[in-house]
């Protein structure tokens, strides 16, 4: 199983990414990390772990479609059968989904459905949620909006500051994205249009776990 990252920033899923293949528990290899900017400190961790990288950055593309074409054609480069967006801060077009539907998966920081989009750890706070935490799921020109996968909780404290609670989502991130990919290296997990399949069952529902519980096997 090829897979291909995709980042715009610090990277540390990608990290916890290169992390379980490194630790053989990824069940594929990851063949390239692709960086929307530049100057993304996750580019780092691929140096780091000898993986290609390439940056397709954003600003120096003429328009939308000049950006979406580049990226396709770096992500094609690595034949990838699977494409993880991992922090990859642009909206995807419809086109550029479905070029590569059933095989796109985003981890996001929220319990999807709530707190789709942006600062989902601020506006858990200002909300009064008592319980958040984050989820994987497959991708769909929705943003955010693509069948659920696995999630994991985690508490919010009365005195919970973003940053901790933001701390706090992120080790479950690293923790249930490569689980994932697993799942779908091991030919366990098929990602359709509007449904995921595991173990050839659809799931009616995400599997969720706290934080203190063993992932599903
Ligand atoms: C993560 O919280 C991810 O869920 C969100 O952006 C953040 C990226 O963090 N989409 P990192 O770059 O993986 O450290």
């Not at 600003?59 to 990859?88: H, N, T, V, W, Y």
């Not at 069948?147 to 919010?156: D, F, G, K, R, S």
Request: include cysteine.
């Amino acid at each position: 199983m090829r897979a291909v990252v995709l980042i715009s920033g610090r990277g540390s899923n990608l990290q916890a990414l290169l992390a379980a293949e490194r630790a053989r528990d990824l069940g594929g290899d990851i063949v390239g990390v692709i960086s929307s900017r530049a100057d993304a400190p996750g580019l780092h961790h691929a140096g780091q772990a000898g993986c290609p990288a390439a940056i397709v950055d954003a600003s120096k593309c003429a328009d939308r479609s000049a950006f979406d074409a580049e990226l396709a054609m770096q992500i094609d480069a690595c034949e990838p059968d699977l494409i993880l967006l991992a922090g990859f801060m642009r909206i995807l077009t419809d086109g550029f989904v479905q070029r590569y539907q059933r095989r796109l998966l985003n981890v996001h920081p929220s319990l999807l459905p709530a707190l789709r989009g942006l600062h989902t750890h601020r506006r858990a706070l200002a909300d009064g949620h008592t319980v958040h935490g984050c989820t994987v799921h497959a991708v769909t020109p929705e943003l955010d909006g693509g069948p659920l996968i696995l999630q994991a909780e985690v508490p919010v404290y009365p005195d919970d500051t973003e940053a901790r609670l933001a701390a706090r989502v992120l080790r479950q991130e690293h923790r249930i994205f490569p689980h994932v990919v697993r799942w779908f290296a091991d030919g366990r997990l098929q990602l359709e249009p509007d449904r995921v399949l595991l173990d050839g069952r659809a799931l009616e529902r995400p599997i969720r776990v706290t934080a203190e519980e063993p992932l599903p096997e």
